[in-house]
T-cell receptor, first 113, second 113 residues
Framework: AQSVTQPDIHITVSEGASLELRCNYS??????LFWYVQSPGQGLQLLLK??????LVQGIKGFEAEFKRSQSSFNLRKPSVHWSDAAEYFC???????????FGTGTQLKVEL | SQTIHQWPATLVQPVGSPLSLECTVE??????LYWYRQAAGRGLQLLFY??????ISSEVPQNLSASRPQDRQFILSSKKLLLSDSGFYLC????????????FGQGTRLTVV
């Protein structure tokens, strides 16, 4: 069965600093990978997704992620964080041919002004 | 465009009382539908998914059940709530027949007292 690990439970960065959120997955075949963001008490919004092709994918709000098969990783990055980026971020994987997502436990991002 | 509605937004229920959470999707037909539960520090756990009317798959044994009486309606129920049923419940949908992201509702905060 597939699994997702987000090793950082909490991350604090200063506004304007760069950000990288880590995500490692376990799946035997080509995974379909997603990053979602959740504001407090809200649903999840898709930031970006990787299905195939270019391993560097661009998303909304200035985020990008890079798929590295050799490291089983799909880390999320942003060059300059804004205070409004404070939220919880979830990495998810779906097995090929299916739509059921397996989520990581999330990383809570705090942005210091 | 497609929209997903989930209600109520918050709910406080006594132990042993019944539960009914409703989710409807507009602007698409024959969607895959999902119920997730989110507990603090534990990410999102898939509870049920449905690929069609009356077709429900349960992912984990629990005190809850789901039904899909209409194509775009998904209901989460319980006959007798337990304290451990407290959490944040999210409904989601995805397109049938292709690998796509899931689109989430705004969630229901359930507190069992």
């Amino acid at each position: 069965a597939q699994s997702v690990t987000q090793p950082d439970i909490h991350i604090t960065v200063s506004e304007g600093a760069s950000l990288e959120l880590r995500c490692n997955y376990s799946y035997g075949a080509t995974p379909y990978l997603f990053w979602y963001v959740q504001s407090p008490g809200q649903g999840l919004q898709l930031l970006l997704k990787y299905f195939s092709g270019d391993t560097l994918v661009q998303g909304i709000k200035g985020f990008e992620a890079e798929f590295k098969r050799s490291q089983s990783s799909f880390n999320l990055r942003k060059p300059s964080v804004h205070w409004s980026d404070a939220a919880e971020y979830f990495c998810a994987v779906a097995p090929g041919g299916g739509n059921k997502l397996t989520f990581g436990t999330g990383t809570q991002l705090k942005v210091e002004l | 465009s497609q929209t997903i509605h989930q209600w109520p937004a918050t709910l406080v229920q006594p132990v042993g009382s019944p539960l009914s959470l409703e989710c409807t999707v507009e602007g698409t037909s024959n969607p895959n539908l999902y119920w997730y539960r989110q507990a603090a520090g534990r990410g999102l756990q898939l509870l049920f998914y449905s690929v069609g009317i009356g077709q429900i798959s349960s992912e984990v044994p629990q005190n809850l059940s789901a039904s899909r009486p209409q194509d775009r309606q998904f209901i989460l129920s319980s006959k007798k709530l337990l304290l451990s049923d407290s959490g944040f419940y999210l409904c989601a949908w995805s397109r049938t027949g292709e690998i796509t992201e899931a689109f989430f509702g705004q969630g229901t905060r359930l507190t069992v007292v």
